[in-house]
């Protein structure tokens, strides 16, 4: 059974643009498309209690939901629409409703081009937590944005193994759309010692260590270039921090993807850096893609 693509709405105009990008992407991928409604409901003090509150708060949230789904049938008539209000901690309704979809659309209120995404307490758990890819859509996202010519850009870090979630996901998003990847690996001089033996030997073998970031953004790419022979692949490796590299190759992209390890540290799940980064000043939607 082909996995919903989901959106987390609330009302707010940030959410309404989720769910518009997520209607588009279930079209695309011709899956069904899944609205939920995450609500915690706080018992009233006994004096305070209003005879069914309780089902009137819960239907007038089902209808609100259920008119932000009206406007997205009309766009899309032939697409399958389910919602679902899940009551209880916001985080934890969310990361239940990720674990069933294909991926996970949220909103993100933009705060001008240079502070870009607001990324809440919820969005940042969600995100470090989510069994599955999370798209962050601004509350400006409009189809135009979507336009062709518009590339799909995506971080590449590691061996091919590290990144091949993260390809995966920017290939068949361009493939769907028929859009280009542009695949952008950054890197920087090694402080003494960073390099084992081992890797400064590979490095000079391919004449050093720009050469070597080529060819080993190449070797990533390849079993890639072989799965989706017609879309169009640039690759671009740059010297800097990888955040600010990625930014800068997505100034003009409909959709940036980078990647989050999946494991969990001694203080808990994390975001990343270069993820933390390019959600909070990205222009375009950031999908973020966990991996092992």
């Known amino acids: ?21 997520a209607a588009r992407e279930a079209v695309r991928a011709g899956a069904p498309l899944h ?25 007038a949230l089902a209808e609100q939901l259920a008119e932000a789904v009206r406007a997205v049938g009309e766009r899309h008539p032939g697409l399958t629409v389910t919602t679902e209000i899940r009551e209880g901690d916001t985080v934890a309704a969310l990361l239940g409703a990720a674990a069933d979809a294909d991926r996970l659309v949220l909103g993100s209120r933009g705060q001008g081009p240079v502070v870009g995404f607001l990324l809440g307490s919820v969005g940042q758990q969600v995100i470090a937590e989510a069994p599955r890819p999370v798209v962050l859509v601004r509350a400006d996202d409009e189809p135009v944005t979507e336009a062709a010519g518009r590339e799909i850009v995506v971080g ?10 993260t390809l995966g996901f920017a290939f068949r ?4 759309r028929g859009a280009a990847v542009r ?6 001089l090694p402080p003494v010692f960073a390099y084992s033996p081992g890797s400064l030997r590979l490095a000079d073998e391919a004449g050093g260590l ?8 190449a070797a990533a790419l390849a ?13 671009q490796v740059e010297m800097g921090s990888a955040g600010q590299v990625l930014l800068s190759a997505a100034a003009g992209a409909q959709l940036l993807v980078v990647g989050r390890r999946a494991r969990r540290t001694a203080v808990g ?12 000043h990205a222009r375009c939607p950031v999908a973020v893609v966990p991996h092992d």
């Open 223 to 235: 079993p890639w270039r072989e799965r989706f022979p017609d879309v169009p692949v640039v690759e």
């Open 269 to 280: 799940a994390r975001i990343g850096s270069v993820a933390h980064g390019v959600l909070h």
């Open 1 to 21: 059974m082909t996995r919903p693509i989901t959106a987390g709405v609330d009302g707010s105009e940030e959410s309404l643009a989720a769910l518009g990008w």
């Open 35 to 59: 609205a939920v409604h995450a609500w915690r409901y706080e018992e009233p003090r006994d004096d305070d209690a209003e005879p069914g509150e309780r089902a009137a708060r819960e239907a």
């Open 156 to 165: 590449q870090q590691g061996e091919p193994d590290d990144s091949a979630d």
């Open 173 to 176: 998003a361009a493939a769907a």
């Open 183 to 188: 695949a952008v690996r950054a890197w920087t």
């Open 210 to 217: 720009e050469p070597y970031e080529r060819k080993a953004l």
